[in-house]
């Protein structure tokens, strides 16, 4: 007999209604422990993608989910993780994760098929409206050619071998835009893919976006080859093109994952589950940079660093510990001044935190502080009621005078931009504390 779906909120917790539903939670936090089932929308993993589990037991019994959302079948009874703040602000924070500057109408409106294939399908088919606004994805091709005549840009040492050999040619190489390409591919089973589990009926996706996908099944085909992932990363984007590099590592992302993109029926196990924490510090990236310009915000895990924790005595050019915050903020003159690291947890008192923060996100930042010399630093954690003794004695001190603030950002977007300005004004000032009246 199959049980009915157990339904749960992100970061929320879950007492078992009996020994059966906890034995199943435990066989099942065991699983997802070693199976990966979570589709990354911008193609990497966090750094932190170890430390948190999609199930945990506390202390007390009951039973915490992590920072994921989604759905997943197990021994024939579904799990549903439903966002805390609500599907229409993840949907916001999902577009921005994918630099989409329109968000679609009814992005979140309930609808058939799976939960989490809606939500992807939306944002991924705005996604490839916005990024084909001039045009398929044609990429520059340079094909080898030999005739008597030459079409092209004359290959000249490949002429001087065909006369050594006597041929009558010459040998040409001929440029072309070519729309048969990894990207075209991967856009094309993405919708494959997405079809197979919502239907053809999908009435939220933008009319240009219909156009594309029938113009390149023109061309690839309906089910092409699958493109490699180096494939993908190894296209050359011109500027017209560049809105379809992150169209293209999410097509792939949800063409590999076929079949697994809703929750299963039977004994089998599948389902997909987001990772919000992705889409959390993505989310205030993007607010960091409207808020204080985009010259001045740094995302750290996404670019080179130059801080480390330990660097050789015997090999100045020898470092450990590359430190690489979410975000690394500069003033007006370009000096550095800030790190913030993004947080998708709560933020409260418990057993095994009794000041609200994880021993290891302290060590971290405080790491972070020294590795880059800023006088701010932060942990921002998304808007939630708890207790938590480190946000309400705050601002707190280093032991070299640098402010440390734990923070609840809020989960709308004007208001979370409004947030940073005031972070802004505040590490502009030298004196972090007397600039907002507080003081040492």
């Known amino acids: 007999m199959t049980l009915p779906a157990l339904s749960l909120e992100d970061l929320s917790p879950h007492q078992p209604a009996d020994p059966e539903e906890d034995a199943w939670l435990t066989r099942l936090a065991a699983y997802l422990a070693d199976h990966d089932h979570t589709l990354r929308l911008t193609g990497r993993r966090r750094e932190d993608d170890e430390d948190d589990a999609a199930l945990t037991r506390a202390a007390d019994g009951r039973w915490w989910t992590g920072r994921f959302i989604g759905e997943v079948n197990f021994e024939d009874r579904e799990l ?88 009558p040619k010459a040998a040409f190489r001929v440029e072309r835009r070519n729309i048969e390409n990894p990207v075209s591919r991967a856009i094309v089973l993405a919708d494959r893919t997405l079809t197979s589990l919502l239907g053809q009926e999908k009435p939220w996706r933008p009319e240009l976006a219909g156009e594309l996908l029938a113009q390149l099944r023109a061309t690839v085909g309906a089910n092409p080859p699958m493109p490699t992932a180096r494939e993908v990363r190894q296209v050359r984007y011109a500027p017209i093109t560049r809105a379809f590099e992150p169209v293209a590592r999410l097509s792939l992302e949800i063409a590999q994952r076929r079949g697994t993109l809703t929750s299963g029926s039977g004994d089998d196990t599948s389902g997909v589950l987001i990772d919000v924490a992705e889409l959390w510090e993505l989310f205030l990236l993007y607010c960091a940079r409207r808020a204080l310009g985009e010259g001045r915000v740094v995302h ?141």
């Open 80 to 167: 549903q993780i439903a966002p805390r703040l609500g599907i229409d602000v993840v949907g916001v924070w999902l577009a921005r994760a994918l630099n989409l500057a329109v968000i679609p109408k009814a992005a979140t409106r309930a609808g058939e098929g799976p939960l989490i294939a809606q939500l992807v399908d939306r944002m991924w088919s705005a996604g490839v409206a916005e990024a084909g606004r001039h045009g398929p994805p044609r990429f520059r091709r340079v094909d080898a050619r030999e005739d008597r005549y030459i079409r092209g840009r004359l290959d000249v040492p490949g002429t001087i071998r065909l006369r050594a050999a006597r041929a």
């Open 300 to 440: 750290g895990t996404g670019a080179s660093s130059n801080a480390f924790l330990l660097t050789s005595s015997a090999d100045t050019a020898a470092r450990m510990g590359r430190l690489k915050p979410d975000l690394l903020i500069s003033d007006a003159q370009g000096r550095k001044c800030a790190v913030i690291d993004a947080k998708y947890k709560r933020l409260r008192n418990s057993r095994e935190r009794p000041n609200g923060v994880d021993r290891g996100d302290l060590y971290q930042l405080t790491a972070y502080l020294a590795g880059h010399d800023v006088s701010y630093g932060a942990l921002a954690y998304p808007p939630a009621d708890d207790s938590a003794r480190a946000a309400d004695l705050g601002p707190w001190k280093t032991s070299s005078g640098q402010r440390v603030e734990f923070l609840r950002l809020p989960a709308e977007e004007a208001h979370c931009i409004a947030e940073f300005r005031a972070i802004g004004a505040v590490v502009e000032s030298r004196d972090v504390y007397s600039a907002i009246g507080i003081s040492e």
